[in-house]
């Protein structure tokens, strides 16, 4: 098969042992498209704040294998996700992994695809492919955005640099599951209402910050403007004050993440103008959804898994109300591109 | 005065001879607000794709205060935008500098401030101040873009990696006034039809790529958004075909960069795939707008210059036709927040 599927502690280890004699590790790049780049977005930051001397960059797939960073090499590690294993940009950055020596790690959903012979590890992450994204019995743990997270957390705890809050992560980890089902469990009335509301708009803002960026961007592109053909923008409340705030008006609506975490207070005064300015806003408060049980020095992390998953409670409402079923495409698999 | 305004190569030999016996510098940090940040954004791509072992990241003013990368500290250089000064958001993260004992540099373009006392060193850039941008007689290789540029062109060129373009690059920063001013030229009449054709949307996005990503990030978020109130998004031309091309349609408006350089051909699919199912569509051509002459192994970093410093022509017309002038603001600087 030219791949093994193992769990990321173990891939991780085995990438440093073979990489031991010729450098070790300098670089860890994460690569997708879309939703699966979007999901690499808390890994990225997780070694921006936490990691002093290993480079790591996010990029989009095809800007990668265009313009590919100079170092990037047989002391890379290249996490790329991709969920069906068939999208050819990703698959020719897994190929250009392969040409360059790097250690390739492939999370996908899809076992049998195109781009698994590209991958020196294949991680088989976990979805929830109901059509409707009710179901809600998935290990939210094993979710693209946390693999990508386990390969940063391990690749830390395993070098020189080590990371201290290792054993809490994991407690989050292990957390995160039974947070998210409650949670999706409680947006359940609201999000009836918010699609009522919002049946008749053709624009809706996500606002977010920190490590869950990620997921007001992934909101944005992959629901909003694609599966509803909405205009929409994925707005970082830090940046809100420094331009698109002056779009703010009584009828504009607004899905806003607070995160628990080091950024809240971004998000928080945000928030505070939205309240006084806008009349259609939608608020998704991680600590009122249960995150805060997760200890302080990790919960930053884990708010894109929430904020992700809480999602698609509102979009299977508002897609019934719209009707326009989330499958909906015009040009995505149907016309050349 | 507690700062001192040289040219940047000086400064740059001055902090590595200051921290030489520290550990030298291992991070560089692009910290900024809005416009600002955007500005900032081709040295971070620059960073990525040329140097192999310095930590750099583009980072919110807000978020680098309230989340921290854990080695910022006297073996970093800080480097901020902040263009009057007195960006509360930005004041912080200069004070932070200071006390984590990091080299901060400020590019700033006044030159008495309330933010200059936190930086050691600060670069006044060169900026149009003419109200409606169109006296176009500046010195655009003394804008904030290039001289963030120039930190970490300098900075590589002045350590271990070294850096190999070195001279085309500052040959590349030779021409670019006189491209820019020729394309300003360029664009005057097509500006007046762009203005003319797009006077009632109440939606524009912007798209582009690579280093230039920046200049439609800006456009966006400072012009379309905070100065005209339009809805808005700066669409990667990479990212494009995962989520955001589903709101393509007959009436919606693009403004798309078509960069010079490295990812030019994801500009291109984009492009071609807008002239097949968009009807409003306004190019901006790097190889057309005269950008072609510098180097292609430097080019890359010299397109969001170019595209920055045209869009000024169009925004111009724009904002003379919908007869809502560029300064007007509901928000900023009026209410608190």
């Known amino acids: 098969m030219g791949y093994k599927s193992t769990d990321i502690k173990s ?7 073979a990489k031991r004699d010729k450098g070790g590790i300098k670089s860890l790049y994460f690569v997708g498209c879309g939703g699966s780049l979007g999901a690499l977005y808390p890994a990225k930051t997780f070694m921006e704040k936490e ?38 940009e990703t698959i020719q950055a897994a190929k250009l992994g392969k040409e360059k020596g790097a250690a390739v790690i492939i999370l996908t959903w899809l076992e049998e695809s195109e ?40 690749l830390l705890a395993q070098t020189q640099e080590g990371y201290k809050n290792y054993d809490k992560f994991y407690e989050g980890a292990g957390m995160i599951t039974n947070i ?12 009836k209402i918010f699609a009522k509301a919002r049946k008749n708009d053709s624009v809706i ?30 707005i970082h409340t830090g940046e809100f004050f420094h331009g698109p705030f002056e779009i703010t008006d009584a009828n504009r609506p607004f899905v806003i993440q607070i995160s628990e975490g080091s950024t809240r207070s971004l998000d928080e005064r945000a ?13 998704l408060d991680a600590k009122e959804l249960g995150l805060s049980v997760i200890d302080v020095s990790v919960v930053d992390y884990f708010n894109h898994s929430l904020f992700n998953n809480v999602y698609p409670i509102y979009n299977h409402e508002l897609a ?18």
């Open 180 to 191: 998210i089902r409650n949670a999706r469990t409680h947006v359940k009335e609201r999000a």
């Open 11 to 17: 891939i991780v280890a085995e990438i440093l042992e």
């Open 205 to 234: 803002y996500t606002m977010g910050s920190g490590a869950s960026y990620g997921a007001a961007y992934m909101e944005s592109i992959c629901i909003f403007m694609e599966m509803q053909w909405l205009d929409s923008s994925s």
């Open 51 to 88: 990691s002093a001397s290993i480079k790591s960059a996010w990029i989009n797939s095809n800007e990668f294998v265009h313009c590919t960073p100079n170092d990037f090499g047989e002391n890379s590690i290249l996490v790329m996700a991709c969920h069906k294993g068939n999208t050819p």
């Open 320 to 337: 019934t109300i719209r009707q326009h079923p989330l499958a909906t495409r015009r040009y995505m698999w149907k016309v050349e591109y």
């Open 115 to 154: 781009i698994v012979e590209f991958g020196d590890y294949i991680v088989l992450y976990s979805f929830d492919a109901s059509q409707d994204h009710l179901a809600g019995d998935i290990d939210y743990a094993g979710e693209k955005t946390l693999c990508a997270l386990y390969v940063a957390v391990e």
């Open 271 to 283: 928030l505070i103008f939205l309240q006084k300015y806008a009349k259609n806003i939608e608020i």
